[in-house]
């Protein structure tokens, strides 16, 4: 996976601006505390690009309030479906919030103002010269030939002209009706069949095209050396948790359907057809032999962070195990950040991430760092906490 | 009471009830979050059976028609809304979010009054609860409505005749002109589908979306019922009792897998779900869901039996199953076609 810029770890040189959107990545992160702890000091500047106040808005410097999904010209898609969503503006954007297009475009511009112009090195050794005075102009007609793309909507139009999937849609088409794509590249997996739902892998099913694999088939055997001979992997082998943090209850952290993720999680409507307020489940066993009750204040911790929520014992969970549905805002459990008495709070603060060795395997056939797809990921299943009776007083 | 010539139905099936409350959602916002007294008020609540459901303990409050007479049960007691209903939070979001230029004064949201009580409740306090013992613990949601009864408890106990039942479609609705807040209606209502509106003083309750039924948008004419249109895992059908084309009439009387939630409380309701299905439990042949549970819960009418009941709860499952079968072994079922339909068009009758 490639970090850059290069040699950050061993320069001493560390980031200075940090700029939030489309994501609350303060209360989402692994390892909640540290990230406050040891990364917010080092910044200079935080900018929060978000339509709502949420734990990352509240401990940003900057927030630009932008417009949500009913108040612009957007698009959305994933490869899963075959349909590309529109967002229309059905409510002009409200409260001087701008659409994320808008503000972007204002930042170029404002960088434009600058006149800065420097000389930039890429990762092939390249030098490049970066002129701001264009900037502005630069992104509003990307690579096109002079076409203004300034206006939202035009801009769109213009993404959906410039992919195969969608060229020969139209905003107002894509707007009036549903529309599938009208065709897949080579990237994707599969074929639009008429009348019938997209799904994955259907041209190695149909058209035998080979996978990416070394084999070129599904493969679950994996000769690379460390797969091998270093961690014993070469296939799916049950492992038992790392020796760390030995607490008694594995930590579960599933997505709710109360939220996605964060967002709304916060909501009195929905809030109201819960029990209020943060709740972490455990087995009728666990729950008894540590005396406590449904509906008790809780502390969860382990040695990465705690939080408090309130208990609700259910005998649909398994014993050894205390689970908690995730996004909840940190302004949501007890306590703020920048409390002083050591408490650690945020649904993330006793989750840590644990870099798994075979996932930096690269370069080798279908192990290939892809976004998404293939690299690091936040392994956190391994966290275990303790429940214990909450004895101080919730506010 | 007048002749009814019309009859609206919904019939729910459990079976792909995902809990998600976005029926309850969209009624709650296009119904009841406007005009204050109705904050803890869901005309479409889902709750989690086993629990003690909305309001607390509503399926053994009492209501109804005594042993299938005519006779109406005004004994219960009237549910209280912070006990029973569950009290609509308010949350101190200006305080905590709004910061003005520097920090948030409080560090905290915390819902107004805090639920610390042994007793405090809300509409969805036992969500996803459940009952048994891991790995064969086991729940389902149950969404409702007010049934639109073709024998309304609450009509016959309203001494104002504030509640009637439209001639035209069967629909159970509360002049607010005629209401005196006498609150009969909801003792008599043995659903509990009757909700006080302690501001305005007067008793209110779940209208079917008649208004989206009578002007019907010629652009778009399956507008019709939020609770139905917004429905995530397509679980409802309606149409009217009269026609036998309707995919609603085809499950409840020609493959007859419609039941009645307690029918023993003699109202006749309008509404029908089909029972969940659920796995063996681990090391036997019974389904995690009790049957007997759902016996207590699911009929055809007042009189049947318990054990008429489970026959008819474990007759439903078996045609299920058949028709499943069916179409796993490559064939076609009309049943499974309708279950899994896909347009709205299909779902959408009225
Ligand atoms: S919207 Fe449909 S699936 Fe979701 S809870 Fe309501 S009835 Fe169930």
Redesign the interface.
Known sequence: MPLWPKDTLTTGRSPRVLFVWGANYLNQAKGFLDVYQTLWPKLDLIVDLNFR?DTTA?YADVVLPATSWFEMWNLNTTDLHSYIIPFTPVIPPQFGSRSDWQIWQGLADALANTGVVFQDSLPDGTTITRDYATLGTDFRTLNTDGQDLSDDKDACQFLLDSSVETNGLTMDGIAEQPARLLETSEEWTSDLLPNQAYYGFQRMTEHLKPLHTLTGRQQFYIDHDWYLSDFREELPVYKPPVDADLYPLRWITPHG?WSIHSTYR?L??Q???????PIVYL?PSEAQARGLLD?DPVEVLNDHGSLVAHL????????GMALMYHGW?S??????LD?TSGFKNGWQGPCTIRIKPTQLVGGYAQLKFRLNYWGPTGNQKDTRVQVVKYAGT?? | MAKITGQVQMLFDLNKC????TC??AC??AWT?KDQGQEYMYWNNVETVPGRGYPKGWQTMGGGFKACTNQVDLSAPLPSINRDY?A????N?DE????EGGD?T??????APR??A?N?Y????D?????????D?Y?FYLPRICNHCSKPACVAACPRKAVYKREEDGIVLIDQDRCRGYRYCIKGCPYKKIYWNPIVKKSQKCIFCYPRLENEDPENPLAKNFCVTQCVGRIRWVAYAEDTTSNLYKLVNVWRVGLRLHPEFGTEPNTFYIPPLSPRVTNGTAPRIPTDLLAEMFGDNCSQTFEQRKARVEEVFAILEQERAKVAAGGTSELVDILTSYSESDRIQL
């Open positions: 106040m509240l359907r916060d009195k409507f809030l109201r057809m819960q029990r209020g307020r087995s509906n609700c014992v259910s005998p649909r969970l398994p014993a805002e302004y949501m459990l007890k306590n703020n409390d919730l506010p | 995902l809990g998600c409350q309850t959602s709650k916002t979050d569950g609509p939070w308010e949350y979001y905590v979010l709004t910061t948030a409080v560090g905290m949201l915390v819902p639920p610390d042994p405090d809300s509409s969805n306090w969500e996803d609860v459940g009952a048994g013992a891991h790995p613990a729940y």
